[in-house]
């Protein structure tokens, strides 16, 4: 069954490709193959289409794209495709890091998951990692933790931030419902007041579950 969606998805990404040919995209991406088998043992046929869909959209996007725009495609795509469910409910423990892979597959994560899959897809189509921090706040109007993904023009600018909670890319400023705790990225790891004074708090690698994450990604990337 998958071979019969792959011809038809590469017949697409051929189409897509004849029309992009001048436009500087993220070409080298590519799924591994076993994984798209797997995947469709576990979760269906439409956790194929979803993941050659992530895959065209990284292949295709042009790199010349300010960041704005590509914030603006990324955060589009996964806010209205995948569901927000918890852990509990997607896995069955209370706190997992899922890959994009598995996002994707599962159809459904929640504010870690949502945060995760932007951040490595924004990477792959060419927005800078230091620009970019997993971002951990607590969420006021319901007191309890939550995570987004922080974009920082510069090391000194107020970020945008990114999150499953609303469509919209907001400044940090008009954020009123969020208080930054830390962030982090694979470079490290701030409190919110070290990264405005551009200061370390540590190595990220200290996060368990950033570090299984990361080596889960690079097993399946």
Known sequence: MIRHYYRAWLLTALIVTMVFASV????????????????????????????????????????????LKK??????????????????????????WATPFEFLSRNAGDCEDFAIAKYFTLKAIGVKEERLNILYVKALQYGIAHMVLAYYETPEAEPLILDNYMDSILLASKR??????FGFNASGLWSSRQRAQGNLSGRSDRLRPWQDLQAKMHKDW
């Open 24 to 67: 500087s995209a993220g070409e080298d991406f590519r799924i591994n193959r076993d994984y798209l088998e797997q995947a469709e043992i576990k979760y269906g046929e439409g956790a194929v289409l979803r993941l050659l869909e992530w895959e065209e959209m990284i292949r295709t996007t042009d790199r010349n794209k300010t960041d």
């Open 71 to 96: 914030l603006e495609k990324v955060n589009q795509f996964f806010n209205t495709r995948i569901m927000y469910a918890t852990d509990i409910e997607i896995w069955g423990v209370e706190d997992y």
């Open 176 to 181: 009123r419902d969020i208080l930054p705790v």
